[in-house]
């Protein structure tokens, strides 16, 4: 037994660190949820969170008639649909029960009902339903009406203009999972000794065409085996639009709604001079056309020729737009991210005049779902940042400054702010990544929390922080570190491309600069030093738990991959082929043998801190017998594993009960692995014991 384990073990009752412990000797015992089973986990407390904030809304959408928003808010421990009729109004339930709804539209011509989507247990086996609109003061819930069938997944859905019914992407699912038993810890090892069995069934991806008052009308318009369709598209004058890869190749395709049609899509380019009556007909998307960065892009259907619209020179990605409705005179809005921060411009096309900023007086947050009102000169939109955990903001032109329609005042719920935070890497390539310093009362030099992003291709950005979070900053006064590290999101294509393939453990080594300069700062304590994420970000505290175990105090994985190839030989058969490019084919025996040997799973045995793993049995995208593996794995070496385990949730933790045992476990997890650090413990230097798992690349070689 290691003697860091016999120390852990010592201060497992304890849970004394800093001003934290007061909070936990006052607090009530804790026992999971019925959906939850914790393995190795200690007798917990319940930890009050940092401090009550509001009930978050989200936009969803406008009624299509009246000056009336969908949006979805929390209701019975889960995200359901509310109606919000005013600014400041209490939300009207419009749906209930367990399972979260994920996505939703009203009808576009009357609004008489709406369409939804929703899966179970977190499976992301979404189906549509159909909801009648209630009464505007009945307190009775509709009853949905299901429209698609169970075991698939609706990938996307979207009404055609006038409300000519909706067209849908409709993925089929394995169906199978990792065998998984209730009786935990034994059973569990001995699943995870056996290798998963890899899912052989195909991708199958279905276009189909459907009148939602008539669930029996669904049409077939398109059928891919091995490919898939993503980024289904409807323009102004009704055409459908779709991307279908196959093989790696992809092209958007065009799909006739004429029953007299026989299924499949016709390649935008080379269509017959019987569609040129149609050269007015142009799409508007989001498309790194000309340069590093994505920009707004007119694509003309009749042709299939893109060309990048012409607007001023912008320092970011165009990442979200809102068209006006068809033939108002009502702007074009686009959400640009510049440096992490939503930055919200109009632009009238064909104008020579600038673009006009709105919003700039939101603190730097991020803005996402923006959308004009069908009817009204009305711009809805999310905000969220530091200083709010979501806000729905309205603009119009006919009104001057910004009116709220729900959320506290900017300020009001927590005093922490950002900064950057930059260093260099291996290469000399420079590593960007958000910083929160604790309170000014906490003396001397303080605890750090690294939080990295899922993804890859996620960015971390200046938003709210979760409830734990927060209480590690304010509470037990750690330093926060939310790392963009090379592959993220926001910096450019170049820099997105810089970790596929072989180039996957760069990215660690961001995180090894990350540690070095750490321990180059006095106020930060390089001795205690916790690294936690979540999916891709789960692989990234794995790794840096194998690599860089010498200097960390402990790490958390939740929903990470432990093992490239068992991961994109089980995960869902429609993400497979999108993952492979991201990181390898696993059917390629060299490159198999180098995912095997950049795994975690490979080099547990190097994991000799405290580690935590919390998985969703459900999870379609990392499947839970990655958690499997790697708890043997790293408990067979002798170092403590706390295993957490959800019998109802799938790539994250959506139900109230068990995200409440989750950031008191967390908690825990933290105060006990930093109390097990001696005080007296020197900070490692920055290349003790990383040579032997990590091969140094020079500058020279690096990509």
């Not at 969803?60 to 209701?75: K, N």
């Not at 411009?345 to 779902?369: N, T």
């Not at 790697?630 to 949730?649: C, I, Q, S």
Request: charged content about 20%; some cysteine.
């Amino acid at each position: 037994m290691n003697q860091h384990f016999k120390t852990w073990r010592r201060v497992g009752a304890l849970f004394l660190f800093g001003a934290g412990w007061v909070a936990l000797a006052l607090a009530r015992p804790l026992s999971p949820p019925p959906g939850l089973q914790a393995d190795g986990l200690p007798a917990l407390q319940r930890v009050a969170a940092a401090g009550a904030e509001a009930p978050v809304l989200r936009f969803v959408g406008w009624h299509p008639q009246r000056r009336e928003m969908l949006v979805l808010a929390s209701a019975g421990g889960s995200l359901q649909l509310h109606r919000l009729a005013e600014p400041g109004a209490r939300p009207q339930p419009l749906t209930g029960g367990r399972e979260r709804v994920d996505s939703a539209q009203w009808e576009p011509r009357r609004g008489e009902y709406l369409v939804f989507s929703r899966d179970r247990g977190g499976d992301e086996a979404f189906r549509l339903y159909r909801l009648q609109s209630p009464e505007a003061n009945s307190s009775r819930l509709a009853e949905p009406q299901p429209l698609t069938p169970p075991g698939a997944r609706v990938s996307a859905f979207q009404f055609l203009p006038q409300g000519d019914g909706l067209v849908y992407v409709l993925d089929q699912l394995d169906g199978s999972r990792n065998p998984v038993t209730s009786d935990a810890a034994e059973a569990d090892a001995e699943d995870a000794a056996a290798a998963p069995s890899p899912r052989t069934r195909s991708a199958r991806s279905q276009l189909f065409w459907m009148d939602p008052t008539r669930p029996e009308s669904a049409r077939l318009l398109g059928d891919t085996v091995g490919g898939r369709y993503t980024d289904l598209r409807i323009s102004s004058a009704g055409t459908v639009l779709a991307l279908h890869t196959l093989k790696g190749r992809s092209q958007t395709l065009r799909f006739d709604l004429d029953p007299a049609a026989a299924p499949g899509g016709q390649a935008l380019v080379g269509v017959s001079n019987a569609d040129r009556h149609r050269e007015d007909d142009v799409l508007l998307q989001r498309q790194a056309l000309n340069g590093d960065f994505r920009q707004l892009v007119q694509l003309q259907l009749a042709t299939g020729q893109r060309r990048a619209v012409n607007l001023p020179e912008l320092a970011g990605d165009l990442e979200a737009l809102a068209l006006p409705p068809v033939g108002s005179a009502l702007p074009l809005a686009l959400v640009h991210n510049e440096a992490g921060v939503s930055v919200l411009r109009l632009a009238r096309l064909g104008s020579e005049q600038p673009l006009q900023r709105v919003a700039a007086d939101l603190p730097a947050g991020v803005i996402q779902g923006p959308q004009w009102h069908p009817r009204l000169p009305l711009l809805a939109f999310n905000h969220a940042s530091a200083q709010s955990p979501g806000r729905i903001v309205t603009w119009s032109p006919e009104a001057p400054g910004l009116q709220a329609w729900s959320g506290r005042e900017e300020g009001a719920t927590s005093g922490l702010d950002y900064a950057s935070l930059r260093w260099k890497s291996f290469d000399g390539l420079e590593i960007s990544g958000l910083h929160i310093a604790p309170p000014a009362h906490f003396k001397g030099p303080r605890p750090v929390f690294i939080s990295i992003h899922g993804g890859p291709s996620a960015q971390a950005r200046p938003t709210h922080l979760s409830g734990s979070l927060r209480y590690l900053v304010e509470t037990l006064g750690m330093h926060l570190i939310l790392p963009n590290v090379r592959g993220s999101e926001g910096f450019g294509q170049r820099f997105l491309k810089l970790d596929n393939g072989r180039s996957r453990e760069d990215a660690v080594r961001d995180i090894s600069a990350l540690l070095d300069l750490i321990a180059s700062r006095p106020e930060m304590d390089a001795r205690r030093v916790i690294v936690s994420g979540g999916s891709y970000g789960g692989y990234m505290s794995l790794a840096v738990a194998t690599h860089e175990s010498a200097r960390i105090a402990g790490s958390i994985c939740r929903v990470g991959i432990a093992n490239f190839v068992s991961f994109l030989e089980n995960t869902e058969s429609y993400r497979r082929d999108n993952r492979r490019a991201e990181y390898g084919d696993e059917r390629d025996p060299e490159m198999r043998a180098f995912l095997q040997g950049i795994s975690p799973l490979s080099r547990a045995a190097a994991v000799r801190k405290p580690l935590f793993i919390v998985h969703g049995r459900n999870d379609p995208r990392v499947p839970y017998g990655e958690a499997l593996q790697m708890v043997a794995a790293v408990r067979a070496a002798g170092t403590p594993v706390w295993f957490l385990t959800a019998e109802d949730e799938g790539h994250s933790f959506s139900r109230a009960e068990n995200r409440d045992f989750l950031f008191s476990a967390t908690v825990a997890f933290v105060q006990q692995a930093l109390a097990a650090v001696p005080p007296d413990a020197e900070p490692v230097a920055a290349d003790a014991d990383v040579s032997s798992v990590l091969p140094q690349r020079s500058k020279a070689g690096a990509k």
